[in-house]
């Protein structure tokens, strides 16, 4: 039975949400950088739906490293908030959590590092939004296999850290080592083969 700060956890859990998709919609927190506004505007041109918006009204494309970071935060401190204050838990960040969140942040930040040494390439980031699953899916050559199977392994990892929140257990979840493994090697094919993904300029 959950305990008197039962309301109060969801209403965290609530703001915790609503935050993620404000950020999403209405910043450029999970979006890529456009390294070459002219050829941004100039596919943009291409597009009525942009026409006479200036750059700032024209969305950049998402970033499917971004997304996964901000995803996996999310998920993280929702259950650590949940089990800490509906089931009364005294909780720590348990090796699951930190590998996962490493994992993520390790994919940002080399997703980052090889966006920034293709800036004189012809980037896919450097056109305007397709819509969110066109963004984290494709690259200059559409959808890519490479991209989808990672997406496949995020969302098959999320969906089991969700099944295995237990209220009476008081402990974050513990993920199977392969799924964790299968996750890193997941993270680590997208990142080796992102690096062909843009066109040399």
Not at 27 to 46: H, I
Not at 82 to 111: D, K, R, V
Request: include cysteine.
């Amino acid at each position: 039975m959950c305990s008197q700060y039962t309301v109060l956890s969801w209403v965290l859990i609530a703001l915790i949400v609503v935050l993620f998709f404000v950020l999403a919609i209405f910043t450029n927190m999970l979006r890529d950088a456009v390294t070459n506004m002219a050829s941004f505007m100039e596919a943009a041109a291409k597009n009525p739906r942009y026409a006479g918006k200036s750059e700032d009204e024209i969305p950049k494309p998402f970033s499917l490293s971004r997304v996964q970071l901000a995803v996996w935060t999310t998920i993280i401190s929702c259950c650590y908030i949940y089990l800490a204050l509906c089931g009364a838990c005294t909780l720590e960040i348990n090796s699951t959590a930190l590998i996962l969140m490493g994992i993520s942040a390790g994919t940002t930040t080399l997703a980052s590092t090889i966006d920034k040494s293709q800036e004189t390439q012809l980037r896919h980031q450097n056109e305007p939004s397709k819509g969110f699953l066109m963004d984290i899916m494709c690259d200059n050559n559409g959808i890519s296999v490479h991209r989808f199977q990672n997406i496949v392994w995020t969302v098959i990892a999320i969906a089991t850290y969700l099944c295995y929140i237990e209220l009476s257990v008081c402990k974050l979840p513990d993920l199977d080592g392969t799924l964790i493994a299968m996750t890193g090697i997941s993270s680590s094919a997208y990142l080796g083969l992102k690096i062909n993904e843009n066109g040399k300029g």
